[in-house]
């Protein structure tokens, strides 16, 4: 049973982003698109499952601009639209996000920022808070999946009221928390629209950038208005048995609000509480009438001093002697945990005293008293990124050349965690796309070699441009494509190399090496790292000396991810099972050490390595490796 798809009425106990996709279809959104990404991902995951059920149309989209500017021209002609990013792929977007704020919308148009303080799953922890204030959009901040769901039906009629784009604010807490929903009306998706010209709007050169200029500012002006009225915005008391910390007051937004409720409740301390869920543009006059009757207000929020900022300015335009505390006693930095707050709303209330520190990475995680030992994240049993990383380090060690004298750069996606032992082939990360940007720069000013690593997604999504530029200006490296056929870490998610769309639907397979060719790469070939390993390490020595010929070298190692692969057809890579004879094995170490595979243990007692059948999922590169040919293969 696909729980979104419950009676108005009914009650489900859902995950953030099921809530939100259960919110799009309550709104009677007819096109929805997306690039995945934590902790975003499950919103339109979800809606491609139901999107026949649902009678809409869902895309994963090549990239996150992509993506915005077909929802947004959908939403021009007529058709409820709805885009979801996290927050570094809201980056990509913004050239377009910026301009459709000129605009303005025809019919309701929402999307989600899925922010992730702490970086659980992310290159920074940046707050998308300042692009409503950079770009003047509509602001709504949930903090629980109920108040997720509800925006983002509310955000449509805000939008359509308004005229104007509403981005819908979450965080990982919020995404990835479950909670129960009351589900409400579904309204009929309309799939199809009219585009009515008017380039006098649509068209934003400089004379019509002016004019929509002004008619952004009008139209803030009228969403002001209705987050003053809005019950989004509420004011709230607690009146506990503390009467020591004066006229004290708290403001807050999204799940940070409901961590300083429930500390709030637990302190039993008098308290007066303003929670902003229509957080931009702030209900100013809500604001002032709330900070008139208190002494000290706390500002609680993730992760950066917006609010505080914003509300300190009102403070001062308005003369109000009210003291607001925020980022200098709470961390501006990670996650506002429980505790934080706690801590942070005694201090305010002049309980304690000090300020507090955010959460240490070196303090040990316990749970009843039992340290839990740190897991970092490694590449699955099976998976052909281990065999790719391996053909290129053996390739290079057999041409006698040094793995460490060579610059990595490496991108976003499973073969990021190429930096891990034993391999430490990632050296630059700035965002997607990047391995083949930076590797421009690293080629022209160092003498060092340098070979890239990109996924097919990600290459698809911003990988091209770099590789076109290394062409163009002849920046010779190698570019070593991990083409999985699937956006494997964000929950895999079909992308242009997979054969298939987010429906499910066949589509045509786009070759990377084909583009690669037509784009005038110098040496391009394609191999399977999984079935014919040993080829794939010749390749690549082919690949080097084309390199040091001074050419732009391209070399794709293409097999399917081997959880996809066993969902698929049942088995990954050569199938069967697989078997260490301890009386052939020499305890080289090559199995479980160098090629790092977890599938394979090592016995202590027996002095020889073993496979968990329970683990591996059948690869069979472990056989291709082993030089005593110690390791069999055996039929199903």
């Not at 090549?62 to 570094?88: D, I, P």
């Not at 009210?322 to 209330?349: H, S, T």
């Not at 053909?391 to 793995?403: D, G, H, I, Q």
Request: with cysteine; charged share 25%; hydrophobic share 40%.
């Amino acid at each position: 049973m696909v729980l979104i798809l419950g009676k108005p009425g009914e009650k489900r106990f859902l995950l953030g982003n099921e809530a939100i996709a259960r919110g799009v279809l309550e709104a009677g959104v007819g096109y929805v698109a997306t690039y995945p990404g934590t902790p975003s991902s499950e919103i339109v995951d979800t809606l491609a499952r139901v999107s026949k059920q649902a009678g809409i149309y869902v895309e994963y989209s090549t990239n996150e601009k992509v993506a915005y500017e077909s929802a947004f021209a959908a939403s021009l002609s007529g058709v409820r639209s709805f885009f979801a990013a996290k927050h570094v792929g809201i980056n990509v977007a913004t050239d377009a996000i910026a301009t459709s704020a000129y605009i303005g919308t025809n019919t309701g148009f929402v999307f989600v920022s899925a922010d992730d303080p702490y970086a659980h799953s992310s290159q920074n922890e940046q707050d998308n808070r300042y692009y409503a204030r950079l770009f003047g959009l509509i602001l709504l901040e949930p903090g629980n999946p109920q108040e997720a769901k509800d925006m983002v039906v509310k955000g449509y009629e805000i939008s359509e009221k308004v005229g104007h784009p509403v981005m819908v604010r979450t965080t990982t807490r919020v995404a990835h928390a479950r909670g129960i929903v009351t589900l409400g009306e579904l309204r009929e998706a309309r799939r199809k629209g009219v585009f009515k010209k008017d380039p006098s709007r649509f068209v934003v050169v400089p004379v019509n950038a002016r004019r929509n200029h002004r008619k952004l500012i009008e139209r803030l002006q009228v969403a002001k208005e209705l987050a003053e009225k809005s019950q989004l915005n509420q004011v709230m008391s607690l009146n506990g048995d503390d009467v020591a910390v004066g006229r004290f007051g708290i403001i807050s937004s999204g799940v940070a609000f409901y961590h300083a409720y429930e500390e709030a409740m637990k302190l039993n301390i008098s308290v007066k509480l303003l929670k902003l869920g229509f957080s931009y543009p702030l209900p100013e006059k809500k604001i002032v009438q709330f900070l008139e009757d208190l002494d000290t207000v706390l500002i609680v929020e993730e992760v950066d001093p917006v609010l505080e900022n914003d509300i300190k300015a009102i403070a001062k335009t308005h003369e109000l002697n009210v003291k607001i505390i925020g980022k200098d006693i709470l961390p501006r930095i990670y996650e506002l945990r429980p505790e934080i707050v706690e801590k942070g709303i005694k201090i305010a209330a002049g309980l304690d005293s000090g300020k507090v520190e955010p959460p240490s990475f070196d303090t040990p995680t316990e749970v009843l008293g039992v340290r839990i030992p740190k897991r970092p994240p490694v590449l699955c049993p099976g998976c052909p990124h281990r065999a790719s990383y391996y053909a290129v380090k053996t390739a290079l060690l057999e041409l006698r050349e040094n793995p460490k004298k060579v610059i990595y750069p490496t991108d976003i996606g499973c073969m990021t965690l190429g930096i891990m032992p034993p391999y430490l082939m990632g050296d630059i990360l700035l965002c997607m796309g990047s391995s083949t940007g930076t590797s421009c720069g690293l080629s022209e000013v160092t003498d060092q070699p340098v070979i890239a690593f990109i996924g097919d997604s990600t290459f698809f999504h911003a990988g091209i441009p770099g590789l076109i530029n290394a062409i163009y200006n002849r920046h010779p490296f190698i570019l070593v494509v991990l083409d999985n056929q699937i956006t494997a870490m964000t929950g895999f998610q079909p992308d242009p190399s997979t054969g298939f769309r987010a429906d499910m639907e066949k589509s045509k397979v786009i070759r990377i090496a084909e583009l690669a060719k037509a784009l005038g790469a110098d040496f391009v070939v394609e191999v399977d790292p999984v079935l014919e390993w040993k080829k794939a390490k010749e390749a690549f020595k082919e690949a080097w000396r084309a390199y040091k010929e001074g050419k732009v070298a391209v070399v794709i190692y293409r097999h399917w991810c081997a959880l996809t692969e066993r969902r698929l057809y049942g088995y990954a890579g050569m199938g069967g099972r697989y078997e260490i004879l301890p009386d052939k094995c020499v305890d080289c170490g090559i199995c479980y050490k160098i090629f790092n595979c977890p599938a394979i243990l090592y016995d202590k007692d027996k002095r020889k390595p073993y496979i968990r059948d329970d683990i591996c999922l059948s690869c069979g590169v472990c056989m291709q490796i082993c030089p005593v040919n110690a390791i069999i293969r055996h039929e199903k």
